[in-house]
Nanobody, 118 residues
Framework: QVHLVESGGGLVQPGGSLRLSCAASGSIFSISTMGWYRQAAGKQRELVAAITSSTSTNYADSVKGRFTISRDNAKNTVYLQMNSLKPEDTAVYYC????????????WGQGTQVTVSS
């Protein structure tokens, strides 16, 4: 079992920045993928960015060049640096953890609200 705790959401003006953090605890495997998804009101949950334990990354086209995902394997924590935020980035952001060694996954955090508005 893996428990994910997110932090860092909030209200920011267009063009501003936020940094999300997600700390994982429990039965963490060394080989895993952690990522961030988001779900805007009335829309399906979508992948924002993901990073493997070897730091290979994947980004949604809509955030490339603006968002950066990183992880600290020693702290079992993943970060999402969000710059040049737009109103369309407004959503609940969810942390995700998945490992092929854990049949109980993938695991999800409780979500953190990001609102981009003037």
């Amino acid at each position: 079992q893996v428990h994910l705790v997110e932090s860092g959401g909030g209200l920011v003006q267009p063009g501003g920045s936020l940094r999300l953090s997600c700390a994982a605890s429990g039965s963490i495997f060394s080989i895993s993928t952690m990522g961030w998804y988001r779900q805007a009101a009335g829309k399906q949950r979508e992948l924002v960015a993901a990073i493997t334990s070897s730091t290979s990354t994947n980004y949604a086209d809509s955030v490339k060049g603006r968002f950066t995902i990183s992880r600290d394997n020693a702290k079992n924590t993943v970060y999402l640096q969000m710059n040049s935020l737009k109103p369309e980035d407004t959503a609940v952001y969810y942390c995700n953890y998945d490992s092929k060694s854990d049949s109980g996954g993938p695991y999800w955090g409780q979500g953190t609200q990001v609102t981009v508005s003037s």
